[in-house]
């Protein structure tokens, strides 16, 4: 959907695109650890991007939020 959505939004439609590959790895490999490395510092910013990119205020927050209860 990142290359399909190219044209209507840009680079940042790459980004996500790019991001969730390493994200669905992670899902599959059945270990936490990993996927919350890969979600705190890779997913959740690149969906940060996007959403400050679309000006989605709420996109951040949840984000954000979701980054608070992986940390903690």
């Known amino acids: 959907f990142g290359i399909y959505f190219y044209a209507a939004e840009g680079w940042v ?4 695109g790019v991001v ?7 899902l599959w490999s059945h270990d936490a650890v ?3 490395i890969n979600y705190f510092c890779t997913t959740a910013p690149a969906w940060i991007i996007y959403n400050v990119v679309s000006m989605n205020i709420f996109g951040v927050f949840t984000e954000s939020f979701n980054m608070v209860s992986i940390a903690i």
């Open 13 to 16: 439609s790459l980004l996500t």
């Open 20 to 26: 969730m590959i390493p994200y669905v790895i992670a």
């Open 34 to 36: 990993k996927y919350k």
